[in-house]
Antibody
Framework: EVSLVESGGGLVQPGGSLRLSCAASGFTFRSHLMSWVRQAPGKGLEWVANIKEDGGGELYVDSVKGRFTIARDNAKNSLFLQMNSLRAEDTGVYYC??????????????WGQGTAVTVSS | QSALTQPASVSGSPGQSITISCTGTSSDVGRYNYVSWYQQHPGKAPKLMIYDVSNRPSGVSNRFSASKSGNTASLTISGLQAEDEADYYCCSYTSSSTRVFGGGTKLTVL
């Protein structure tokens, strides 16, 4: 079965750190661009970061630049998001998502169930 | 990286058609044919409904169609059904190679 399963969320104090993980299965992980997308409580989706198939080309939304790092381990079919200097506004559900397998198409065709991050003292 | 602009809510009766707009800029929606649309039911993960402006992934009903004109993309749902009630988000590739989502539109089926 094709799936993405996130883990690592939880409650953290402002200024703290968390590392999110996403385990991929049922498809050729190394062939897909991967992303993190978040959703604050009661709010819309926000793209957070992308990483290319080979682990390069990391891109971030301005609000997390310098604080978050996206990474992947193709040997272990895993995606990560290291989140440092966390702020209250980083609170939300973080989704792992898979880019469409095509060099000429853009979109996310597979999503995990999400992992909740709460930044609060 | 400002969010794309979508109406906060739309509504329609079963069997009717509705259209959701998504307005960006010449640096995102207007520049690339890389607009995608996602459906999200409460408490669930988003689901890809449309990619590359107007392409439907396999398994998505042909009641869902989409287009783009200038800086505005549109999603049309025809023959509204109760299960279409959800939040809908557009997303565009940008000139910085990043992605930007719309604020989301809540569809109510009356």
């Amino acid at each position: 079965e094709v799936s993405l399963v996130e883990s690592g969320g939880g409650l953290v104090q402002p200024g703290g750190s968390l590392r999110l993980s996403c385990a991929a299965s049922g498809f050729t992980f190394r062939s897909h661009l991967m992303s993190w997308v978040r959703q604050a409580p009661g709010k819309g989706l926000e793209w957070v970061a992308n990483i290319k198939e080979d682990g390069g080309g990391e891109l971030y939304v301005d609000s997390v630049k310098g604080r978050f790092t996206i990474a992947r381990d193709n040997a272990k079919n895993s995606l990560f998001l290291q989140m440092n200097s966390l702020r209250a506004e980083d609170t939300g559900v973080y989704y792992c998502s898979r880019g469409i397998y095509s060099i000429s198409s853009v979109g996310y065709d597979l999503w995990g169930q999400g992992t909740a991050v709460t930044v609060s003292s | 990286q400002s969010a794309l602009t979508q109406p906060a809510s739309v509504s329609g009766s079963p069997g009717q058609s509705i259209t959701i707009s998504c307005t960006g800029t010449s640096s995102d929606v207007g520049r690339y044919n890389y607009v995608s649309w996602y459906q999200q039911h409460p408490g669930k993960a988003p689901k890809l409904m449309i990619y590359d402006v107007s392409n439907r992934p396999s398994g998505v009903s042909n009641r869902f169609s989409a287009s783009k004109s200038g800086n505005t993309a549109s999603l049309t749902i025809s023959g509204l059904q109760a299960e279409d009630e959800a939040d809908y988000y557009c997303c565009s590739y940008t000139s910085s190679s990043t992605r930007v989502f719309g604020g989301g539109t809540k569809l109510t089926v009356l």
